[in-house]
């Protein structure tokens, strides 16, 4: 190529082009007919210029790369989806353990790939079925497990050594996480090669999801003891994924959902190197949850900024050595709060588009939502059509064949620039206030979250943002269609079930663990997984363990934030 | 004269998402409404107790949990309990129609779901509590403040 010919392919020659464009071919047009809108912005707020064209400011070696290695902008493996699809993982818990274990069976015959559970109100709250707090709430949004029994009963079936199981439990994440254990070793599972997560991400509970139980101090010394005890024992266990999810559910913005999870990230990695651990030992599994929201190329650019960013923060700013700590690996759900309880078939397209979204950002695992959540829990039939739509996208569309096939898109290279710039404003801020726990405790992620929370509904409400079946192309609804019931009786069936274990176990037994554990709980830097471990060996229940550290540890008080 | 409408906005139960209640109470706000919300994990007794504290006019009761077939129906029990037969109480979440008529029949004047704009809901409120106000005989409304 002789010299001319690359001057004339620069970005100076471009934008002079494009100056040319401006002023002749497109003010010709819009001299006829103006366009839809003065100005165009993302969901997120964010402005979307008219087109994209290569502006000179990228270096693709640094800000994009390879895929497989730093800074991982193109996907974590060096194949991504053709070496192994993501994994199929449906989200699905309700009643009684006997229930959930018929549908994981069902999820796993239509071709689930990992299972993931969902925990009623009181168990991911620390109260047995019988606390006068769980009134009304048994069963209701997830199953209940109250001790060693249930989870026997969950599992029923299901070898733990096949599945890779995620549980999303967060303040009585080790005890959770004991209950199982002790049932893989019952049945024979080598610990070492355990497949799973455990949510354990109490921040994101005091900034947006409520299910917190102690202060934030007590709360990071559980979080990094289960880093501390599954570094030796459940070396294959994601201990924590730090959760974007209900961040962006709770009405922030893209960038605040990449912002105040890394930064929840950051507070952890901190945590856990201030208690003795090496960052490199217990990096590599951290992982994160992330939504997928509607507006499409946002949320592929999104994808790609968190994990370019992740890796810059992980290399640069904490000094990890080892490239897997690099790597920010992410589960991904389709956004619950952009579906609509009016038309609900719709929610199946906007499931999709979403879908799209996150495969095409580069996510490892997936749950798609049932079209029927805006009303009551999925059906059987509802989360059938969801898990064939990431089928569809996996089999036939041919997206999965290419590594961030949109990659290069003038477009989408930009909006990964510029999101993971405002994120890491939004981080350096974080830091400067002492960091994420801080944050929380002064409110400040909490209003920027209800602040745009609020925009977004005044947009909605002045017909400013167009939400299809909601504020336009309304039809008088005929039929709603049919949903799950959640039986009103397990709320009492499980208090009897509760009642004959208590019965029947060894109750000096659960003193001695009990007894155990509020000392270990008391000394400051003593291991707590092991006793929780015998606690529940011998059936003490997920509040006689909570109640415990309650006692020690005392409760969250939340400073109102209106 | 009486004063603004006074509400209380409140999540029973052990549901964490606040979103819906917190848009409703500042959409409230802002429409001239003077709005106070308990926070998270609210029992029915509580609830109750801090609309007599606070003269309310009316309580917003948000639910996602499915929950509010049990929570719902209590929190009035223990407005009547209180006196406070005659406080507007309205809830919102997730809320099956199958469920609505039960809720109704046992005293909520009015369920918004999702997707609901928060202007039908300040209409609504600003027409019951001017039919509460009207028909109030035993004095409460002039709490307002003045």
Redesign the interface.
């Known amino acids: 190529m002789g010299d001319d010919e690359k001057a004339r392919c620069g970005p100076a020659e471009v934008a002079r082009a494009m100056v040319a464009w401006e002023s002749g071919t497109l003010a010709k047009a819009l001299g006829r007919a103006p366009e839809r809108e003065t100005s165009f912005t993302t969901l997120s707020g964010l402005d979307r210029a008219r087109l994209y064209v290569p502006d000179g400011g990228h270096d693709y070696l640094r800000d994009e790369g390879f895929p497989g290695e730093y800074p991982f902008t193109r996907g974590i493996q060096p194949t991504m989806y053709r070496g192994r699809l993501w994994t199929m993982r449906q989200y699905a818990g309700f009643g009684s353990a006997d229930e959930t274990n018929r549908r994981f069976k069902y999820l796993l015959e239509q071709g689930q790939t990992g299972l993931s559970v969902a925990f009623d109100l009181p168990t991911q709250v620390g109260y047995d079925s019988d606390d006068p707090m769980a009134e009304g709430e048994v069963g209701r949004v997830g199953v209940a497990i109250d001790t060693l029994a249930d989870m026997e009963t969950l599992f029923d079936g299901i070898p733990l050594a096949r599945v890779s199981t995620s549980m999303t439990i967060n303040a009585p994440a080790a005890v959770l996480l004991a209950m199982y254990v002790v049932l893989a070793e019952r049945q024979g599972a080598p610990l070492d090669k355990l497949q799973g997560t455990v949510q354990n991400d109490i921040l994101k509970e005091y900034v947006a999801r409520g299910t917190y139980i102690f202060p934030p101090g007590p709360s990071m010394r559980l979080v990094t003891d289960l880093f501390a005890w599954c570094s030796e024992n459940l070396q294959a266990w994601n201990t924590i994924s730090i959760s974007g999810y209900h961040i962006r559910e709770a009405g922030a913005t893209a960038v605040q959902e990449v912002a105040f999870t890394l930064a929840n990230g950051l507070a952890y990695v901190r945590a856990a190197i201030g208690a003795g651990l090496d960052v490199d030992a217990f990096a590599p599994r951290l992982s994160f949850f992330f939504n997928s929201h509607i507006d499409f190329f946002e949320e592929v650019a999104k994808f790609r900024a968190a994990r370019r960013l992740w890796a810059r923060l992980m290399r640069e700013r904490i000094g990890a050595k080892d490239p897997r700590s690099w790597m920010l690996r992410f589960h991904t759900q389709t956004a619950g709060s952009s579906l609509t309880a009016q038309q609900p078939l719709n929610n199946v397209v906007r499931t999709t588009l979403e879908a799209l979204a996150a495969v095409l950002g580069g996510t490892q695992s997936l749950h798609t939502n049932s079209y029927d959540e805006a009303l009551a829990l999925p059906s059987e039939e509802s989360v059938r059509v969801a898990l064939r739509t990431q089928q569809v996208i996996a089999y036939e569309s041919g997206v999965a064949d290419v590594v961030d096939p949109l990659g290069g898109s003038y477009y989408i290279e930009s909006l990964t620039d510029r999101i993971e710039a405002e994120a890491l404003r939004y981080i350096d801020r974080i830091e400067e206030m002492g960091g994420a726990v801080a944050a929380i405790e002064n409110g400040f992620m909490q209003r920027e979250i209800e602040e745009s929370a609020y925009r977004h509904q005044q947009l909605v409400e002045s017909g400013a943002r167009t939400v299809v079946g909601v504020n336009a192309f309304q039809v008088e609804e005929d039929t709603a269609p049919p949903l799950l019931a959640v039986d009103p009786e397990v709320g009492r069936r499980q208090v009897e079930s509760l009642k004959a274990v208590k019965a029947r176990r060894d109750g000096r037994a659960v003193e001695k663990a009990l007894d155990e554990l509020r000392r270990a709980a008391e000394s400051p830097g003593e291991a707590l997984m092991p006793r929780i471990i015998e606690a529940v060996r011998c059936y003490a229940t997920l509040g006689e363990v909570c109640g415990v550290l309650r006692e020690v540890f005392g409760e969250y008080q939340p400073t109102s934030g209106l | 004269m009486p004063g603004p409408i006074r509400v209380l906005v409140a999540k029973p139960?052990?549901?964490?998402?606040?979103?819906g209640a917190?848009?409703v109470?500042?959409?409230l706000r802002d429409a001239g409404m003077e709005?106070?919300?308990t926070?998270?994990?609210q029992?029915p007794e509580r609830i109750a107790q801090a609309a007599l504290d606070e003269d309310a006019d009316v309580v917003g009761l948000s639910s996602l949990?499915?929950?509010h077939?049990?929570?719902f129906p209590?929190v009035v029990e223990e407005l009547r309990r209180r006196g406070l037969d005659d406080v507007v109480v309205i809830g919102g979440g997730?809320i099956?129609?199958?469920d609505i008529p039960a809720l109704q029949e046992a005293g909520v004047a009015c369920v918004f779901?999702?997707?609901s704009?928060?202007?039908a809901i300040i209409e609504f409120l600003r027409r019951a509590v001017a039919e509460r106000r009207r028909g109030g005989t035993d004095g409460r409304e002039s709490h307002g403040k003045a």
């Open positions: 139960g052990l549901d964490g998402h606040d979103r917190k848009v109470a500042r959409a709005v106070v919300y926070g998270l994990r029992t949990s499915g929950a077939r049990t929570l209590r997730i099956p129609a199958e779901g999702p997707g704009p928060t202007s």
